[in-house]
Nanobody, 116 residues
Framework: QVQLVESGGGLVQPGGSLRLSCAAS????????MSWYRQVPGKEREFVAS????????YYGDSVKGRFTISRDNAKNTLDLQLNSLKPEDTAVYYC?????????WGQGTQVTVSS
């Protein structure tokens, strides 16, 4: 079965950096776009970034463009998100996502808290 396991979240000061990772299994990783989303309690899940099968193209939400970088390693079945210049409004649970035949799969999420 499809499994997505996120890691790397934590508490960081404004202006700091974090690197999130997602370990994928149960599907042919290199065949699918992969994405990151985030969610704050009481709000809708927000698109953060996505990457094509080969990693040749990436897409970002307006609020993170220029600060976050998505990447993937198809040999290791991993998806990463580098978060730089973090702001308090980046505080959220970050989720790894894949859509397979119209079904969205999600990991359990990893908490990122940006606070001084």
């Amino acid at each position: 079965q499809v499994q997505l396991v996120e890691s790397g979240g934590g508490l960081v000061q404004p202006g700091g950096s974090l690197r999130l990772s997602c370990a994928a299994s149960g599907f042919i990783f290199s065949n699918y776009y992969m994405s990151w989303y985030r969610q704050v309690p009481g709000k809708e899940r927000e698109f953060v970034a996505s990457i094509t099968w080969s990693g040749g193209s990436t897409y970002y939400g307006d609020s993170v463009k220029g600060r976050f970088t998505i990447s993937r390693d198809n040999a290791k079945n991993t998806l990463d998100l580098q978060l730089n210049s973090l702001k308090p409004e980046d505080t959220a649970v970050y989720y790894c996502n894949v859509q397979i035949v119209r079904v969205h799969y999600w990991g359990q999420g990893t908490q990122v808290t940006v606070s001084s």
